[in-house]
């Protein structure tokens, strides 16, 4: 037997209904609970209420099958009212009550009307033409082009761009449909854009500091007049740093390809070898070339290759400072992550060890409680003893026996 929606309709007498249904719904419903107790019906969810104002009254429902102990006993209170159920409802201001059976879910639920029909769309109303009357013949010639041009009408009106928007889904309905993902993969999605965007905040960092190492090559290449002044050394590339995390040495030894990776590879490979600079070197700047060769002494001119700067591309204003304020960003995100990490395996230990406490305490509690309840059995036991003895005294009057007779035994 399949389920139905047992529905319940109260009218109050407008006096109660104007004081019990302008409360809030929780109140009404309390009211309302208070009434079927005193009817003796069982007390519907909450849900399950609705409120007519306008007319003065109150619906509920139960889901049940017929033939139920709920639905006999609604069927008894409600649709039979015997006198001492009206004398109730007369005393609780109740004008009428009837009961219904439906066989949806929520029968309070608002249904769903269809829309009005488009003007547009809407047939012409057109005059009844005169009967025809002609050849048999004629007639059937006549209602075949009738019928190709109602078609071709119809094609046409089908056609036409209302109605073609008409057919087509609306973009809400659309997006109602595509955003029907669940919550894990709503997450899923965030999590991977998160990472896209650390990736590429990374990618932007090494970038920068791809450029930032390629202008300090251009601007900080030795001169070509300290290498001729001391022809002893031999000739090779060492480009000192300009970060500030370096030290400033005149005398520290720096080798290119330990540091910064050049623009464009050498032609021939170079014999490496130690360069010191003095002071100045680091103040020296180069022309504003896009490029310029470096060579060495003419004695070995020919063991070095000529080693070409391209033209690094410029960044605006902006985008440092985007690139910048990005980044900044990202390292705050990582540093909060990192302290939120870190927080969360202090909580966790924590709560190991209150844990660790917590049962120790209730190993101890329930030793203690068994302990008690051994005592309470012999106390128990002890007292069971002493009543019988009052009720029924054995074993005193014998010992009483026994002392007496070993007292008059005595010499």
Request: glycine share 0%.
């Amino acid at each position: 037997m399949r389920s139905i929606s047992l529905v319940v309709h109260i009218n109050y007498s407008p006096n109660k209904a104007r004081r019990m249904l302008s409360q809030d719904k929780a109140i009404i419903a309390r009211n309302l609970r208070l009434d079927l107790t005193k009817l003796k019906l069982d007390h519907p969810p909450e849900a399950n209420i609705l409120i007519r104002s306008h007319e003065d009254g109150v619906s509920f429902f139960w889901e049940t099958r017929r033939h139920s102990p709920l639905w006999n006993v609604v069927d008894s209170v409600v649709r039979l009212q015997d006198s001492s159920t009206r004398t109730t409802m007369k005393a609780l201001k109740i004008e009428h009550m009837w009961m219904e059976e439906s066989s949806e879910t929520n029968p309070f639920a608002r249904k769903v009307r269809p829309s009005s029909p488009n003007p547009l769309r809407a047939r012409r109303i057109r005059s009844r033409s005169p009967i025809r009357r002609s050849a048999p013949d004629q007639n059937s010639f006549s209602k075949i082009s009738d019928c190709k041009r109602n078609h071709k009408r119809r094609q046409s009106r089908s056609s036409s761009p209302v109605n073609r928007t008409r057919r087509n889904p609306s973009p809400h309905r659309r997006d109602l449909r595509n955003s029907t993902n669940t919550a894990t993969e709503y997450m899923l999605e965030t999590l991977r854009r998160i990472e896209n965007v650390q990736m590429a905040l990374l990618d932007i960092e090494k970038a920068q500091q791809q450029t930032l190492m390629d202008q300090n090559e251009r601007h900080l290449s030795p001169p070509l007049s300290a290498i001729h002044q001391d022809s002893s050394h031999k000739n090779d590339e060492y480009i000192p740093s300009a970060r500030p995390s370096l030290p400033n040495n005149p005398n520290f030894l720096f080798k290119a390809e330990d540091l910064y990776p050049l623009s464009s590879s050498p032609a021939h490979s170079a014999s490496k070898a130690p360069l010191e600079y003095d002071n100045n070197t680091y103040n020296y700047l180069p022309d504003n070339d896009t490029s310029w060769v470096w060579q060495s002494n003419p004695s070995s001119s020919e063991n070095l290759s000529s080693i070409e700067f391209e033209k690094l591309p410029s960044l605006s204003s902006a985008e440092l400072e985007r690139i910048s304020d990005l980044t900044r960003e990202f390292w705050d995100t990582r540093r909060k992550l990192t302290a939120a990490s870190a927080r969360y395996l202090v909580l966790e230990r924590q709560l190991k060890a209150s844990d660790t406490d917590l049962r120790k305490e209730l190993a101890e509690a329930e030793e203690l409680l068994n302990e008690e309840r051994k005592q309470r059995q012999r106390a128990e036991t002890v007292l069971e003893d002493v009543l019988r003895e009052c009720e029924e005294p054995t074993i005193i009057p014998a010992l009483f026996t026994t002392l007496s007779h070993e007292k008059f035994a005595r010499p």
